[in-house]
């Protein structure tokens, strides 16, 4: 009987802050990195996944995953991807590590890349990708990998086994769908605030031409900055164009409703982040005053508990999932039932370091056996570091085309890795010299 | 100009899940521990912290809290004193630790450590505990410590100013009442769900006969035991003393309503966590329908913006802050700011390992320099590790009294460091042998 005889994490780093890839108000100069691991069995086979950080921290997002060895070490493979749902709430529930959280930051970040690297394994064993192995689950194991403590005021089993038994008669035709056209797509590529007007108006052009129908702008750094770039981007793209807006948190209440009230004759589809992740209350009172702007959040929201609040304060129109900052498969997939439930589209956060390549098995699995329907639901995609996955994920006519490839996404090229490792790894020996 | 050399954190844990005490529903076997950390400097002085964990997971603690290092080491040790205002805020907005959180978990707790370290070291250079040195600092000077972003919705800069201000007439007389009298608190010490019947009904005697006018139980495990647990307590303690509860987030909405309505008839005085420390609406609903009990919470609320969101909501009777949970001394006068200007009463958490020792120092500036009053509040006591602290807190008369040495509470013995650090400590290599 194969046992799990070792969880490897590496610190992966790419020196992105050189270039101002991914630079936002909050976040000037990320590098953007991988807190990656292989949980290794005695059969030589593995499960992949990472934590996306943006630099600094990622070896303590590192450790917080090393800390969770004694759960999957020396244990039976069979029995633990057998019941995953209940290895995820044997770490939720540690009795002492609960502490540092409960359910949030580093640790449930790290709870999330377990779990998900033993879906991966699984997938590797089953020979399917992940969006395809989750969507022919029945409404009933699909349910029972949900933790539905403190959801239950909002959600309870029964509902979410009805929502999933009412997509049930359609999945086989969806699942059809997403092999011949894949799920949409939004850019941000063009929209960072370290970008010259020049490489921003080319990106732009190039957004258009490859079919995306919306992209997205960082704003929340100078406000004639943003209004000058938002009208470079209707010049460009014209006046029906989809063009979000992404503050990062940038703003209380009084200055995100000033600030959009000085943007809305651009008229952004949403503004994203407008205030502190944490703020159910201020995001629904940001939300009734700048309608019908519509308010998004989640790339930073850090559990279900916190998504369910957001839903029942009507504080958001659409909900962002990251595939790498909740408690993993297992709490998304809670979300997208919660989400379903409220009738909110989710359209998840991507770019970073292999975030496109995960998350866009949780929106095919939506699609196919959730919510049904891909109706104001796109991926957001950032043309950055796909080169170093097994299977990059690939746009085609504005879509993410379905994964192929046996595993959950976030398995990285070896090569990849050794290059890139922190700090000794030749990239990082190079740049430091 | 002397200059920070080094920041050195120890992994410091007690066994204390040999003997059950600190066993409640959620946390059933804690090794009480601290991520201990000295911040030293070039002429030979520190300043010291901890936070506190209950076992595993203290050395990811420890690592999150030497990520900070390069916001101090080889910092001029003068200019970060006399604006460690702004050394907090530089941490919070690390452009790239920030990721981790934003302001929750491991992270925030070791920016809480950090800023906490450089108060106990300006103490010790201006000779007076934390409490009499924060009760002298100008309405300015404290606000200034303050970090209003995501409050202005809530309380203002000029409305802290305000309440900061009319304070000012009595602090003279509060300092001496506070030399004089000490602060209330109340004890959990007899009320742990590991303990045998007999050794409650013993530790109740002694709690009243150390003239404490409140005690708290545990409970949440199982309602028949809670029931005659509670029975036991009115029994001793008779129908007029405080007895509140703690159920350690364990229910639901609806657990929670249907738990207290059976605990209804022995009348207890608060529950505490009955949900998610997250979960804002719960506690508003729950308050809404258990009424008149009281609703309690904070020892896990991450950050100011949940604090902020649970007075706006009427979800809590009582603001319970810890010492170690968020940002330090600035995130927890924003809390009590925060309080005061809603009229909600604040009654610490403690226990744990130095906990007592630290919070205590921000209920006396409560009192000060804010509130200005003691009605319905109370410092938690739990009679454990004490002995391992420069300076115990003291109990007398059911008060807390006031900390005369220069510091923050915080500093440990160098033998208990010793003797108690994991691995490799004398009492970890017995137990392991």
């Given at each position: 009987m194969p046992t799990f005889t070792s969880l490897d994490v590496t610190d992966v780093r790419f020196p992105t802050s050189r270039s101002l890839?991914?630079?936002?108000?909050?976040?000037?100069?990320?590098d953007y990195s991988a807190a990656y691991l292989e949980l290794r069995t005695s059969d030589g086979e593995s499960g992949a996944s990472l934590v996306f950080t943006i630099g600094r921290g990622n070896d303590v997002q590192g450790e917080a995953i090393r800390a969770l060895s004694h759960h999957v070490i020396g244990r039976d493979v069979e029995e633990v991807l057998a019941d995953i749902g209940r290895a995820g709430a044997a770490m939720i529930e540690d009795s002492q590590l609960r502490w540092?959280?409960?359910?949030?930051?580093?640790?449930?970040?790290a709870i999330g890349a377990v779990v998900?690297?033993?879906?991966?394994?699984?997938?590797?064993?089953?020979?399917?990708?992940?969006?395809?192995l989750l969507a022919e689950l029945s409404p009933e194991e699909l349910v029972d990998l949900v933790d539905f403590r403190y959801l239950e005021d909002a959600l309870t089993r029964e509902e979410a086994l009805e929502i999933l038994e009412r997509a049930l008669p359609g999945r086989a035709a969806r699942i059809a769908q997403i092999q011949d056209r894949g799920y949409p797509a939004y850019t941000t590529t063009p929209g960072w605030l370290g970008y010259s007007d020049e490489k921003m108006e080319r990106l732009l052009r190039e957004a258009r031409d490859q079919g995306f129908e919306m992209v997205k702008l960082k704003v929340g750094g100078d406000l004639a900055d943003d209004l000058r770039r938002f009208e470079i981007t209707r010049r460009i793209l014209g006046e029906d164009f989809l063009v979000a807006a992404d503050a990062n948190q940038r703003w209380g209440v009084a200055e995100a409703v000033a600030a959009m009230e000085a943007l809305a004759p651009a008229h952004p589809y949403w503004i994203e982040e407008p205030t502190s992740p944490d703020d159910v209350l201020a995001h629904a009172e940001i939300r009734r005053r700048i309608s019908p702007i519509k308010v998004a959040t989640g790339e930073h929201v850090h559990n279900r508990i916190m998504f369910k609040q957001l839903l029942?304060?009507?504080?958001v129109d659409v909900v962002q999932i990251d595939a790498t900052r909740v408690g993993?498969?297992?709490?998304?997939?809670?979300?997208?039932l919660l989400a379903a439930k409220y009738g909110v589209p989710v359209c998840p956060h991507a770019g970073g370091v292999g975030?496109?390549?995960?998350?866009?098995h949780l929106s095919m699995l939506d699609f196919i056996a959730i919510s049904g329907t891909m109706d104001d639901r796109r991926?957001?995609?950032?043309?950055?570091?796909?080169?170093?996955?097994?299977?990059?994920?690939i746009i085609q006519e504005g879509h993410y085309l379905a994964p192929q490839l046996p595993g959950a996404g976030a398995r990285m090229l070896p090569a990849s890795i050794e290059t890139h490792r922190f700090p000794d790894g030749p990239v990082w020996k190079e740049l430091t010299r």
């Open positions: 890839d991914g630079s936002d108000a909050m976040n000037k100069d990320p540092l959280g409960p359910e949030k930051g580093v640790m449930q970040m998900n690297a033993l879906w991966d394994l699984r997938c590797m064993r089953e020979g399917k990708p992940l969006w395809l029942q304060a009507g504080a993993g498969v297992h709490e998304n997939l809670a979300i997208l975030l496109c390549e995960m998350v866009q991926i957001e995609y950032v043309d950055h570091l796909h080169e170093h996955f097994v299977e990059p994920a």
